[in-house]
């Protein structure tokens, strides 16, 4: 019998024994950087000669490794591949293609700081941050397991009888899709993307983010080695404008996965949406995108705990996460209070080199994140009043280190409270009352997670139905969803709704069939 889900534990690192295992970890992938990723189509190892090139965020002359480069023929290739697999694939129970998922987690579980060493090193994560990261990847595999045998056996979706028929309902694959996964949650996304469609009878192309494509390279490996037959994941990195748009619009991909920027994900969705000469279906776009994420304080809330709240959803990972709180809006009675209790907390927070351990923080993820959030803090210095940070954080290293930052008096319709950042970069604002914060909170074309501080039971009742988002939180940060703890997608601009880590996602790569047999 199938034990119930649970999810993975994180690794407490103020123990010696655990620091002691990760510093190892970091020493075993320190000494296995620079080295070179084929692609993977159909179970073949392909080099091409054009390569991309992944650097360390904390130390860019560090090469963590590079890989292949697909082009429209390699990438074709991958789709014929991914459909000849898909025959066998689908015909598979679920109880099989489960299977590889739970030995895949159970490998990953095993080799836990490895893979987190990695996030450290490519995209400059915590130790902290990367540990949460790989728990939730083994998490996704443990739980859309467990899915893929709910949605195969009886659950609920049961015809009414007529007599004189046998009638039946139930789910089959889609066919082949295409996954594009983020830079910012670089394993746990990508496992959860990739393995979702996998576990539901789908086979993928994954086109892996051009700031992380080592560690999805290492996933793919993994899933090799777990024994996952070939064709059933295709590694294809590859440019937007080589490979990218080309899948997207191809008349045999069946659908997209995608997590990202705003502006990408509606390209996306518009080139889909376009019919192929030769194509035979709809195709469907799963899409979660941006946020522009909202932590509202009234005046009867622990101020402490708001603050604490605030400073922790702002600065993990330096902000790099669509779930980020990116605004602050403070009731007029405690604005002065909390804003203090926020600068003195963020002037708490340190930044440094995440390998080295015992920073809250790290480096943005890329020069081109760095150059983007410095020119945001620009913007902020005539949009508000700096009250900490706004500067790089040039004493932490060579790297792309930036001081958190906190504004303070920011109109709610300034650039910094509308547009995403995607960086340490916190918009307080100052609300007349209880609607007015509200109104705030929802005043943007986003709608990912937001969340109140609040002691009054009216009021986080209001919140429930008023503030419009598909995350809501109260009385705690608005960070740090939990597989089929907290289903996960936004409303809006956010995306498609998608709800990541819960009962309904891998419906969104399943289609019902209904069969009616005539006795």
């Known amino acids: 019998m199938m034990s119930p889900f649970k999810n993975e534990p994180f690794t407490d690192f103020s123990t010696a024994e655990n620091a002691g295992a990760m510093r190892e970890a970091l020493a075993d992938v320190t000494s296995q950087l620079g080295r070179e990723y084929p692609l993977v189509v159909n179970g073949e190892h392909i080099t091409t000669g054009s390569l991309l090139v992944s650097t360390n965020p904390s130390n860019p002359e560090q090469v963590v490794g590079s890989v292949n480069l697909a082009d429209q023929e390699i990438a074709s290739r991958a789709l014929e591949a991914a459909w000849t697999a898909f025959d066998s694939w689908k015909r598979l129970t679920a109880d099989e293609r489960a299977g590889y998922l739970f030995k895949a987690a159970a490998e990953m579980r095993r080799r836990k700081h490895e893979f987190s060493a ?25 739980f859309y397991g467990r899915e893929a045998l709910r949605y195969a056996g009886p659950h609920g979706v049961t015809p009414s009888p007529l007599p004189g028929e046998e009638n039946t309902f139930f789910y089959v694959p889609l066919g082949v899709g295409l996954v594009i996964p983020p830079w910012n949650f670089p394993l746990a996304i990508t496992v959860g993307m990739m393995t979702a469609a996998v576990a539901s009878g789908n086979c993928v192309l994954v086109k892996p983010s051009s700031e992380s494509p080592i560690i999805a390279a290492k996933f793919v490996e993994l899933m090799e080695a777990v024994g996952l037959p070939k064709g059933v994941i295709n590694f294809v990195p590859g440019s937007s404008s080589k490979i990218g748009d080309f899948l997207v619009g191809h008349p045999k991909l069946r659908f997209i996965s995608f997590t990202g920027s705003r502006e990408v994900g509606l390209h996306i969705n518009e080139l889909a949406a376009k019919t192929a000469e030769g194509q035979i279906w709809i195709k469907r776009v799963v899409a979660e995108m941006g946020g522009k994420d909202t932590i509202v304080v009234y005046e009867t809330a622990s101020l402490d705990s708001a603050a604490e ?10 902000g790099q996460k669509c779930s980020a709180c990116s605004r602050a809006v403070i009731v007029d009675s405690v604005y002065d209070e909390v804003l203090a209790k926020v600068v003195e907390r963020t002037k708490g927070v340190t930044v440094g080199d995440p390998a080295v351990g015992g920073v809250s923080t790290g480096p943005v993820a890329s020069k081109s994140q760095y150059a983007t959030v410095l020119d945001y803090i620009e913007i902020a210095k005539s949009e508000g009043r700096v009250v900490a940070g706004g ?3 040039e004493e932490a290293g060579p790297g792309y280190y930036i001081q958190p930052t906190v504004v303070a008096d920011v109109d709610p319709k300034a650039r910094i409270a509308q547009e995403e950042i995607f960086g340490p970069v916190l918009a307080v604002i100052k609300a007349k009352d209880f609607d007015d914060a509200l109104a705030i909170a929802n005043n943007t074309e986003f709608g990912l997670t937001g969340a109140l501080y609040s002691g009054d039971p009216a009021r986080l009742e209001r919140a429930r139905t008023d503030f419009h988002v598909g995350n809501l939180y109260l009385n705690r940060k608005c960070t740090g969803a939990l597989v089929d703890v907290h289903p996960f997608g936004g409303f809006n601009m956010s995306g498609t709704d998608s709800k990541a880590g819960g009962r309904d996602y891998l419906l969104l790569f399943l289609q019902g069939k209904s069969v009616a047999e005539k006795k």
């Open 118 to 142: 990695w996030m450290v090193l490519e995209v400059g994560k915590s130790w902290a941050e990367a540990d949460a990261d790989t728990a939730e990847a083994i998490d996704f595999m443990e």
């Open 309 to 318: 709240g605030i400073v922790a959803a702002a600065f993990g990972f330096s």
């Open 391 to 393: 500067a790089k954080a």
